[in-house]
């Protein structure tokens, strides 16, 4: 993440910035239209797969939000480790400038032109004075320039200081999101549970269902970093769904598979939406075990390949991570990383 030269912030850093609030602004968009209540002749299967979707998606624009953040911390942390650094040469050049200014006072009260006079060495003493003179313009041109430079880092992490107070403000506003739709989960879950347990059974039967006859017979996985992050993915297995979470002891959907590939010692960004392109596209027919396979048109689910027409993924809130078949929900593509 490289800086402009009157921003902290890189080029990158506003990309993210900007997205994360787009997606902010989309989920609450979305969110807001969101009912109050689901009425009880609503389908209360659809509605509950309604909600999901809506708490995947804040919680997928918080995640942006909080990378955004930490990035902005980071670049903050930087600009004052220059500051400091810069202002320490300054008092440096202060105290060797303020000792030259009391050695030229001190041999300076007389008239240079008397000076020279009495000097008992007058070529020593015109070699001397040229050279004070010499170093006087360098140190103040360097002074001069350490000072501009302290202006702009200064003004660099003042910019940067306010966009991160933007995405704090922007965090508190998807954290908002995430306790309505916590409410409105809660509410559905409710009703879900109202309902005879053969209709229960039978709703989350479709919510685990899916054709596991679209891939090919390619079961090895793609690389050895791709194994890796399969077995940790399968470490994870049973552990709960946990909004914003990226492990170990829970997960968001995002959060598991940028965990995983973390254990083969390679970082992932942090949201689905991002992950989509953390590597090559391949089409759903030739997936591997470790591809990364994205859900919906906004790529807002993302689970991990695992071979045998299967993927691991953290589902939503009250399910654990699990096996679910590929063809779950619609599939957008398929990431290898």
């Known amino acids: 993440m490289g800086s402009h030269r009157r921003t902290a912030p890189s080029s990158g850093s506003e990309r993210s910035t900007a997205l994360a609030l787009g997606l902010l602004s989309a989920a609450a968009t979305a969110l807001g239209a969101v009912p109050a209540t689901a009425a009880p002749q609503e389908d209360t299967r659809a509605e509950v797969d309604r909600l999901y979707r809506e708490a995947e998606k804040a919680t997928e624009a918080y995640n942006a939000a909080d990378e955004s953040a930490d990035a902005l911390r980071r670049e903050i942390a ?36 008397l000076s020279l006079l009495l000097s008992e060495d007058p070529e020593d003493y015109l070699r001397k004075a040229s050279v004070l003179d010499r170093l006087g313009v360098h140190q103040t041109a360097e002074l001069r320039k350490l000072r501009g430079t302290l202006r702009s880092l200064s003004q660099d992490r003042a910019e940067a200081a306010k966009r991160l107070g933007a995405l704090e403000r922007s965090r508190k506003a998807a954290a908002t999101h995430k306790r309505t739709v916590e409410h409105k989960l809660a509410e559905a879950r409710r009703l879900l549970n109202s309902l005879p347990a053969g209709e229960r059974a039978a709703w989350d039967r479709a919510s685990r269902s899916g054709r596991t006859d679209l891939l090919g017979p390619g079961d090895a996985p793609a690389s050895g970093r791709a194994a890796t992050a399969v077995a940790a993915a399968r470490s994870a297995l049973g552990r709960p769904y946990v909004w914003g979470a990226n492990g170990p002891s829970g997960f968001d959907c995002s959060g598991l598979t940028q965990w995983a590939y973390a254990q083969a010692g390679v ?34 689910h993302v689970a991990m390949y695992t071979g045998n027409g299967q993927v691991i993924h953290a589902p939503y809130p009250g399910a654990p991570v699990r096996y679910d078949p590929v063809g779950m929900m619609p599939v957008s593509s398929v990431t290898r990383v």
Do not use: H
């Open 267 to 300: 970082a992932l960004p942090r949201t689905s939406q991002a992950q989509r392109y953390a590597g090559r596209q391949v089409p759903l027919s030739e997936a591997r075990p470790g591809d990364l396979v994205l859900y919906r048109s906004d790529a807002s």
């Open 78 to 113: 930087d600009a004052q480790d220059g500051i400091a650094r810069k202002q320490q040469r300054v008092n440096t050049m202060r105290e060797t400038l303020g000792s030259l200014a009391g050695s030229q006072y001190r041999s300076g009260g007389l008239d240079p032109a």
